[in-house]
């Protein structure tokens, strides 16, 4: 038995865990067979103190499922000793020995072209196939042995026409995995029914995407003149934000699913339009949802103010879109947006690196920018972080926001979910935002793969 790093178990079997064992007990210890076809956990009783193990193994669809649990006793040491000789007696049956009746499918490769009569997506021609990336490519096969499917396309739109968008619901799979939540399948929409100790939401996930003209991708460059920046933050941006929110308002998913009665509905939204757009367009977002923009101001006395200003529309050559979607006709339906700008490859990447997948020949470092909680500050803080230091830690949900809709019937509670920033309109225009210590605002993450046998490196640039 070897022990492994909590971040290592959480992204081999920690999908397979209810919200209820960590109610019930604290995880004190994670453990492996060498070979990883066991992993364990020890478990502390919240209640009196004992200790008790608990041993998992590989099913026929390589998920992790639990075959044995300890009765608790005092003392840790005892426990763990009884967990390590439990674990070498499991390890020496054959794997079909833990196979279980429920099991829908064999394993299934993820990288294998499963529709070879469709252009591969470059950016998962990447990823399947670079060093650079192969810490996210050892997560994201690890993550998909957990990941329903009711549509059965997921793989093959992944690998062809639709990377991005089925990226973006991987990195809520795990991210809201990882706040508590286990998900029900039964039904195809919306696309995560998240169902937690201290209640459930819904969540619709959507992608701002490229523009397309006669088939073919137009990617707008960022304007070089300051004003024409400006305008094209203040009125593009909002433009693209509004196809996909009000698409996924007209679908009125509230009337059509009855298992979304009397529960917040969530849609979850990032913006993949131009390369990096999402690490410099929330502001745009924040601005388009709730119909008011903030300038800066100081006093005389150096005092900081912020003005709110009432935006009623934004218009962009030909396209006029009414500002403020949360005020559209049926808004009210949905009860929060949720977005997170860190939420793409290069966080996969950094977790798969963290949790022990990949190359070690990749080395990482992760800078941006951060909220300053300085209530005087205008400006964001910049951060840099080696991700390969022994002390560097990273969650899922770091860098999440959450706005949420000052006229939703159902209001979504901030503790459904924890640890991320959450805004409110106020009626004076202005926004309350609750923020966690550390809240990124935009990064990037330079990948450096050194060459091992000539201390080389070549250097990407994420």
């Not at 009414?322 to 977005?339: C, H, I, M, R, T």
Request: proline share 7%; hydrophobic share 40%; aromatic share 12%.
């Amino acid at each position: 038995m070897i022990q492994i790093s909590r971040i290592r178990f959480n992204a081999l079997a920690g999908y397979s865990r209810h919200p209820r064992a960590l109610a019930m007990g604290e995880e004190v210890g994670w453990y492996a067979h060498p070979d990883e076809r066991l992993v364990a956990v020890l478990i502390r009783d919240r209640e009196d103190g004992d200790y008790a193990g608990n041993i998992m193994v590989r099913d026929r669809m390589l998920r992790y499922r639990s075959v044995w649990v300890d009765q608790f006793s005092a003392g840790k040491d005892k426990a763990r000793k009884r967990l390590a000789k439990k674990i070498i007696e499991l390890s020496r049956l054959p794997s079909e020995k833990f196979w279980q009746a429920d099991e829908k499918s064999k394993p299934i490769n993820f990288y294998d072209v499963v529709n070879p009569q469709k252009p591969v997506h470059p950016t998962f021609e990447t990823l399947s196939k670079d060093e650079v990336w192969s810490p996210a490519r050892g997560l994201i096969a690890s993550m998909m042995r957990y990941h329903e499917d009711p549509d059965h396309n997921f793989i093959e739109q992944f690998q062809t026409t639709a990377f991005d968008a089925r990226l973006w619901e991987l990195y809520l799979f795990a991210a809201l995995t990882e706040a508590g939540y286990i998900f029900d399948r039964e039904h195809a929409a919306p696309d995560l029914d998240c169902q937690g100790l201290f209640g459930g939401f819904t969540v619709e996930a959507v992608t701002v995407n490229p523009t397309l003209k006669d088939g073919k991708i137009i990617s707008p460059e960022l304007p070089d003149n300051p004003d024409e920046l400006i305008d094209y933050r203040r009125n593009y941006l909002p433009t693209k934000f509004s196809g996909p929110l009000t698409n996924k308002l007209s679908k009125e998913y509230w009337k059509k699913h009855s298992h979304m009665a009397k529960r917040p509905f969530v849609i979850a939204i990032q913006d993949f339009h131009m390369p990096g757009a999402m690490s410099w367009s929330g502001s745009a977002l924040a601005d388009y949802l709730f119909g008011y923009r903030h300038e800066p101001r100081y006093n005389s006395d150096g005092t900081l103010e912020i003005i709110p200003e009432r935006i009623v529309q934004h218009v962009w050559g030909t396209k006029v879109v009414q500002s403020g979607f949360f005020f559209l006709p049926e808004a009210e339906n949905v009860s929060a947006v949720l977005w997170n700008a860190g939420g793409t490859l290069s966080k996969f990447n950094r977790m798969g690196k963290l949790a022990g997948f990949g190359s070690r020949q990749v080395h990482m470092t992760r800078t941006g920018t951060c909220v300053d909680h300085d209530l005087n500050a205008a400006e964001p803080l910049r951060f840099a972080f080696d991700v390969d230091a022994p002390d560097y830690l990273e969650t899922w949900c770091e860098g999440m926001s959450v706005f949420h809709n000052p006229r939703a019937l159902i209001p979504l509670a901030e503790y459904l979910v924890p640890h991320v920033q959450h805004h409110h309109l106020l009626p004076d225009g202005q926004i309350e935002s609750n923020c966690p210590p550390f809240q990124p605002i935009g990064e990037h993450t330079f990948m450096t793969l050194i060459d091992a046998p000539s201390g080389g490196k070549r250097r990407a640039i994420v």
